[in-house]
């Protein structure tokens, strides 16, 4: 939360999409937590019209390090496809977090909700 307020403050939302950026592309273990809530700022803000391209990029980042783990990234990415329409994508994600997933029980329940 740190980093996010320094470089809106210093450089605004770009600067902000930028930093997270390079954090992906050189490979930094970025904790899911901080994944989440930059897939959430990306989504939230109005002004900025967010690539769909992009923020699937986040989610598949997110799954590669975490997918194994996590329902809550599968949920929320399946939430996203959900909200673009998209029930093709949304089979082939449950398809894949069902194959993918340590323990799929949870995952199973809330994807029934």
Not at 18 to 47: A, G, H
Not at 70 to 87: P, R, T
């Amino acid at each position: 939360i740190a980093l996010k307020k320094f470089v809106l403050q210093n450089g605004g939302f770009s600067e902000f999409r930028e930093t997270y950026k390079r954090f992906m592309n050189n490979w930094i273990i970025v904790p899911m937590s901080i994944i989440l809530w930059c897939i959430d700022t990306e989504m939230s803000q109005p002004q900025y019209k967010w690539n769909d391209v992009f923020l699937r990029s986040l989610f598949d980042y997110a799954i590669a390090r975490y997918g194994q783990r996590s329902d809550q990234i599968w949920l929320s990415y399946i939430k996203f496809e959900l909200s673009k329409g998209n029930a093709e994508n949304v089979s082939k994600l449950h398809w894949k977090a069902m194959k993918t997933l340590d323990f799929t029980a949870n995952f199973s329940i809330a994807y029934q909700n």
